[in-house]
């Protein structure tokens, strides 16, 4: 590309309009080799994105419009911006899922003409992802959730639905008379988190990493591999330790 793209943001911010800035600047960068200036007024000529709010628009939609060297991404709201941004991204040939972001390794020399618009067909949307097994989400640490709800976000996902049975951690049981009245619970039945040596109730039994073939074991810290919280407990052999108990 010629001219260095300008990304025109906008005044005052917010966290979802200055993410908007940051993610549209870097995706251009990542498809054309160029780190595009990001200023607060549009300057007199040049490949420019503006980035707008149209409360026209509605929650959660956006409208994405090149007239010569201007492409402007709007959003009914900062939410909706950030949407149109993803989907800008979509456009220049991103691809998104949820173990992360793919890129064409082949760069544009020219950005993208676009006359686009979204909104959203449903109010919740989103996945569901189960606990209680090896793949589900008692293996998710603190940076697996944050990078699943990023991605989720770049797909226009809002929502979150865990999948949980009775002796799943995500979830308690019990009577009415059971509860404090400032809702901490009197009693509570045993739930764990998935380890490698555990096993779980749908086939899958117990086995030490280091047992594992072909290299594999060395992708794995301990023998008993599982949810951070149950780091040092499961092994130990005395019931307490055996599962994460509630009370």
Do not use: C
């Amino acid at each position: 590309m010629q001219d260095t793209p300008v990304v025109v943001r906008i005044k005052p911010a917010t966290p979802q309009t200055q993410l908007a800035t940051s993610e549209v600047a870097r995706y251009i960068y990542l498809r054309a080799g160029q780190v595009p200036v990001i200023v607060d007024q549009p300057p007199s000529g040049g490949a420019q994105i503006v980035l707008g709010l149209d409360k026209a628009l509605g929650p959660e939609s956006f409208a994405i419009k090149t007239v010569g060297p201007i492409t402007r991404i709007t959003g009914g709201e900062p939410v909706g911006l950030l949407y149109g941004v993803y989907r800008y991204a979509e456009l220049l040939g991103v691809r998104f899922y949820l173990h992360g972001d793919v890129i064409p390794d082949e760069r544009l020399t020219k950005l993208s003409v676009v006359n686009d618009t979204g909104k959203p067909l449903f109010e919740r949307r989103g996945f569901n992802p189960w606990g209680g097994h090896a793949e589900g989400l008692d293996a998710w640490n603190a940076y697996a959730w944050k990078s699943v709800v990023a991605q989720m976000v770049k797909m226009r996902m809002n929502t979150v639905l865990v999948h949980a049975y009775a002796w799943e951690a995500s979830l308690w049981t019990g009577k009415p008379e059971d509860v404090n009245p400032d809702g901490t619970v009197k009693n509570a039945g045993p739930s764990y988190f998935f380890t490698t040596a555990k096993g779980t109730p749908w086939g899958v039994g117990s086995s030490k990493t280091g047992n594992y073939r072909m290299g594999a074991s060395r992708l794995f810290e301990t023998d008993d591999w599982g949810s951070q919280v149950m780091a040092g407990l499961a092994n130990t052999g005395r019931p307490e330790d055996s599962v994460a108990w509630r009370s």
